[in-house]
C-alpha cells in the first residue's frame, strides 16, 4: 500500500473514532461555555479567600468521615445578588483530616443529572495536583468516606447552586 493510501487510511480512522467518542451535542454538554480545569488552576489555592468553619453539625445523619474542621478557599466571590456561581469558580475545602475536595464550576451542563454544572476532585498537596475528577470519585474510592459520593448530598443544596457551605452562601457576599 502507497504512503498516501495509508495516510489517508489513518485519517479516515481518526475521523471515525473522533465521532464515536461523540461531540457535545451527543452528550448534551454545551463546550462553548464551559471551563476545564487542571492542575495549575488549583495550585495557588491556599492564597485565595478562605473561610473556616467547623463542618457538619454531628446530628447522627452524617458518615463520621465528612465531619470535622476545614478551610474552604474560593477562587472567586460572586458578585453582591448573584443567584448562582460563576462558570469557572473552584471552591476547595482542605479538611483538617488531611483530605482535599474540590468542586469546579464547569458550565456546559456537565452532571445534568446531579450537581449541574460542576465538577467533583479530589487533590493532594505538594505538589497541588488532583486524585480523582468527574461526577464523583472512581468505582471502589469514596468522597470523604461517604459510600454514596459527591452528588448525593450536594443535590441537597440547590438552592445556593449546589454548595452546602454556610460559609460560602450565595446571600452573603
Excluded at 482535599?100 to 479530589?122: H, Q, S, Y
Excluded at 486524585?131 to 459510600?147: H, K, M, S
Aim: aromatic share 10%; hydrophobic share 40%; glycine share 10%.
Amino acid at each position: 500500500m502507497s504512503k498516501a493510501l495509508v495516510f489517508v487510511a489513518l485519517a479516515v480512522a481518526l475521523v471515525v473514532a473522533l465521532a464515536a467518542c461523540g461531540g457535545a451535542s451527543s452528550s448534551n454538554v454545551d463546550a462553548s461555555n464551559s471551563f476545564l480545569a487542571f492542575n495549575p488552576a488549583f495550585a495557588p489555592f491556599r492564597t485565595w479567600t478562605s473561610f473556616h468553619s467547623d463542618g457538619p453539625v454531628d446530628d447522627g445523619t452524617q458518615p463520621a468521615i465528612v465531619l470535622g474542621p476545614r478551610t474552604q478557599y474560593i477562587n472567586k466571590i460572586p458578585p453582591a445578588g448573584s443567584t448562582e456561581f460563576s462558570i469557572g469558580t473552584i471552591i476547595v475545602e482542605a479538611r483538617d483530616n488531611g483530605k482535599i475536595f474540590a468542586m469546579v464550576k464547569r458550565g456546559g451542563n456537565f452532571n445534568a443529572a446531579g450537581t449541574i454544572n460542576w465538577e467533583n476532585f479530589e487533590l493532594t498537596e505538594n505538589p497541588v495536583q488532583y486524585v480523582w475528577r468527574g461526577l464523583g470519585p472512581p468505582l471502589g474510592d469514596t468522597y470523604g468516606g461517604d459510600p454514596n459520593g459527591c452528588n448525593m448530598c450536594h443535590v441537597q443544596c440547590v438552592a445556593n447552586d449546589y454548595i452546602c457551605s454556610p460559609k460560602l452562601q450565595l446571600t452573603g457576599f
